[in-house]
């Protein structure tokens, strides 16, 4: 059975955020018929779509909790990610992240490499809209 993977970020209930690592089955659906089925798994109900562009040398680096619990699907370039515990992960092109430490410490970022980093984001259906 084919498997999304995808990482988490969030807060425990002292406020110190971590990384969980995760993954979701997908299950055969009729999608789109007469086409053959496809792989498909339910994840989280969403509010809106957002593009998010981080350019080299942005300021993520002061700690920050996320303004909303959000999925990040990385388009262009590459981030580091490190949580209040210290845990540090790069996400590049391709990764996906569920961001939950929507309180506590927080976490920072930086952008890694020489492009400008492009993210398709996904404020998910329990967090304030922008």
């Known amino acids: 059975m084919q498997q999304a993977k995808y990482m988490r970020l969030y807060a425990d209930d002292s ?6 690592d995760l993954e979701i089955a997908l299950a055969p659906v009729d999608f789109a018929p007469p086409a053959a089925p496809l792989n498909i798994a339910q994840f989280l109900p969403t509010a809106q779509s957002l593009w998010v562009g981080a350019p080299v040398g942005w300021g993520g680096e002061v700690p920050h909790p996320s303004p909303h619990r959000q999925i990040f699907c990385v ?3 590459e981030f580091e990610v490190t ?9 590049p092109v391709g ?15 930086r952008v890694l490499g020489n492009d400008d980093v492009l993210i398709f984001g996904v404020v998910l259906a329990d967090s304030q809209s922008l």
């Open 15 to 20: 406020g110190e955020s971590h990384f969980e």
């Open 83 to 91: 949580a209040s515990d210290g845990t540090a992960r790069r996400f």
């Open 75 to 77: 388009i262009q370039g």
């Open 95 to 109: 990764s996906v992240l569920l961001l939950e430490d929507t309180r506590g410490k927080g976490h920072s970022t």
